[in-house]
């Protein structure tokens, strides 16, 4: 993870920790359930996502160096372009 996207993560799990917080006050209290059923399904869905997007940036991003540093090949350059769909 590059040092300027840090700040962007930083906010976006502070805000699914207040989320997550209000979740746990609301089904605490007993009123209103399904909302906090409902913000903790959000929270997990949302981050789940962002971790899978992450992890497919990644390995596009290496795929890309590999083909940079390799000599170009028919099988790689097909690879390539199937990942960074």
């Known amino acids: 993870m590059e040092l300027p996207s840090l700040r962007t993560w930083i906010i976006f799990y502070l805000i699914s920790f ?3 917080l209000w979740a ?3 089904s605490a209290q007993g009123v209103m359930l399904w909302v906090s059923f409902l913000l903790v399904i959000i929270v997990v ?3 789940f996502w962002v971790v899978y997007a992450e992890i497919k940036r990644h390995a596009a991003r290496k795929a890309l160096q590999q083909y940079f540093v ?3 090949n028919t099988e790689k350059k097909e690879t390539i372009e199937r990942v960074l769909k």
């Open 45 to 47: 869905g949302v981050n």
């Open 24 to 26: 746990a006050f609301l």
């Open 18 to 20: 207040v989320m997550l």
């Open 70 to 72: 390799s000599g170009i």
